[in-house]
């Protein structure tokens, strides 16, 4: 009896252990490419044509990229606190990452007998998970700030800390409306649902467009991108950084983005659920392992829209000043979620009555 | 005061409509002009493989002539550096010798001929001053080099290939110029 409990726990640990490894992996070769996605579709919107001399269509122009970060002079400076300045990048790296163990990528797939879930943890408070998660992705660019010892990066930090922190009360009040109707913290409990019934951007517009915003807000991308705003602060929080450390930057925020067009594609467009087709039929004709498949395929089509869409805004809409951030935070969305959250529960009671 | 167009808006500042407060229509008017820039045809072009045609008044790097035989045209009169703001052009004349009647027109020649590119303007007042239409400005541009010695050009680097001795290189290089004194 013992021995078979050993065996079969081992083998649930070698299956997450290989899902937490594609998951990560994945989510790292997407970012690479939203890296070149970005350059490019800048590009058409500027009437250029982007990188395109690596490979063909400039396809190797993010590993060139990658390669030249790797091969750039490692410099610490003195002043620095040299503890904290390599914690700063690792940390928001590390927290760009966690956020993928509770999406749902799939239901499940089958193998030699074996149901494998497609959702690395399925928590049963998952979306307090993602949001104690993002609220640590502040330390990466506060401690980075703060151990660089350079004026430019504490304003930086200091900003991004203060903008994160802000528009996360926006982005937790936007959810609990949605949470009101769901009845659950679960994301594989909230995706089943959606997959039953019909999106949540259907019963949730207000919320998700609230939602989106914070997003942006979060990821510090613009219109949103005041702690790297180089105009103002030359670099912003990842001013002193030189090679890898700030590869790792700047690429998580590329996983930040990966991972909160999965987030939002979970929670408000139905998530692994292929639009007007019934799964429950499908895993019947096709199997369990091609019905995953096509699901994921369905998830990573709304992520992909949620990316261009992050591209699509970045180079259309010009940086908010300061005080204008803090005021469309403090005095539009958190009185507009909190409407929202009120409207939600008026209409939920006069439905059920 | 009188315009020049008639596309000039007069600013009004006014406080914002609700509408307009909301920034999102803006922001989406904003995103439809963008997403139509994505199917729009490019403005530049892939450059080394691509090249744009020149201006025929394009002024590029200095070229001293040959005549049809092959003999340079330059006399070493001093025109040309007297002319040139930029002070750019040294040289240095030679009498010619009984035995060099193939090789420079006439009895005075230019034994050395340097131009600075880094110091030239390229503004072409060298082949406007020229007598013997010696010098003028080709159609492509000084390349990029490493040291600053190498960018003072000396008679080598100028003269124009042998018309007789190697006739492709010397129609390249003259080509564009025929076609451009006919217009």
Not at chain 2, 145 to 170: A, C, G, M, Q, W
């Amino acid at each position: 009896m013992m021995t078979l409990l050993f065996t079969m726990d081992l083998m649930l640990v070698l299956e997450k252990f290989l899902l937490i490894g594609a998951v990560i992996s994945f989510a790292l070769v997407v970012a690479m490419y939203t890296t070149y996605a970005e350059r490019k579709i800048a590009a058409w919107m500027q009437d250029r044509r982007g990188p395109n001399r690596a490979g063909p269509f400039g396809l190797l122009q993010p590993v060139a990229d990658g390669v030249k970060l790797f091969f750039k002079e490692e410099i610490i400076p003195l002043a620095s606190n040299r503890f904290l300045f390599v914690l700063g990048p690792a940390l928001a790296m590390i927290t760009a990452m966690l956020t993928s163990a509770v999406i749902p990528w799939g239901e499940y797939i089958e193998i030699l007998g074996r149901k494998i879930s497609l959702q690395i943890a399925d928590v049963n408070i998952g979306i307090l998970y993602v949001f104690g998660v993002v609220s640590m992705g502040v330390y990466g660019i506060m401690i980075g700030g703060w151990a660089s010892n350079n004026k430019f990066s504490l304003l930086a930090a200091v900003r991004g800390a203060s903008q994160i922190i802000s528009y996360e009360l926006a982005m937790g009040l936007s959810l609990i409306s949605l949470l009101m109707m769901t009845g659950s913290l679960s994301l594989k409990t909230i995706v089943e649902q959606q997959m039953n019934g019909s999106w949540n951007i259907i019963y949730q517009p207000l919320g998700f467009l609230i939602f989106i915003i914070c997003v942006f807000a979060e990821c510090n991308r613009t219109p949103f991108d005041l702690p790297e705003a180089e105009n103002e602060l030359n670099f912003g929080y990842h001013q002193e950084y030189s090679s890898m450390k700030l590869g790792l930057y700047l690429f998580s925020e590329y996983v930040n983005m990966f991972i909160s067009s999965a987030v939002m594609a979970t929670l408000f467009f139905g998530g692994y659920d292929i639009p007007f087709v019934d799964e429950t039929a499908l895993t019947a004709s096709l199997g369990a392992n091609l019905t995953a498949l096509f699901c994921f395929l369905a998830l990573f089509a709304k992520v992909l829209f949620f990316l261009f869409v992050f591209i699509w805004v970045r180079w259309t809409i010009p940086r908010f000043r300061y005080d204008q951030l803090m005021d469309l935070g403090w005095k539009k969305l958190i009185p507009l979620a909190l409407a929202n959250m009120i409207i939600t529960a008026v209409v939920m009671l006069l439905i059920k009555n | 005061m009188e315009r020049l167009t008639n596309r000039a808006k007069v600013m009004e500042q006014k406080p914002m409509s609700f509408m307009e407060s909301l920034y999102l229509p803006a922001i989406f008017k904003g995103m439809a002009i963008t997403f139509m820039h994505l199917f729009k045809k490019k403005a530049t072009i892939n450059y080394p493989e691509q090249q744009r045609p020149f201006s025929p008044v394009f002024r590029g790097l200095h070229v001293l002539n040959r005549d049809e035989e092959g003999r340079e045209n330059c006399t070493a009169c001093g025109l040309c550096a007297v002319a040139c703001p930029a002070e750019a052009i040294t040289m240095e004349a030679a009498e010619r010798k009984s035995n060099e009647e193939h090789l420079y027109r006439e009895e005075k020649y230019a034994a050395k001929y340097e131009i600075n590119m880094l110091r030239c303007i390229f503004c072409g007042l060298c082949e406007e001053a020229c007598p013997k239409d010696a010098i003028y400005l080709s159609e492509t541009f000084a390349p990029s080099s490493f040291t600053r010695k190498s960018f003072i050009y000396s008679k080598d680097e100028l003269l124009i290939p042998h018309p007789v001795n190697e006739p492709e290189k010397f129609a390249a290089a003259k080509g564009a110029r025929e076609a451009r004194q006919k217009n």
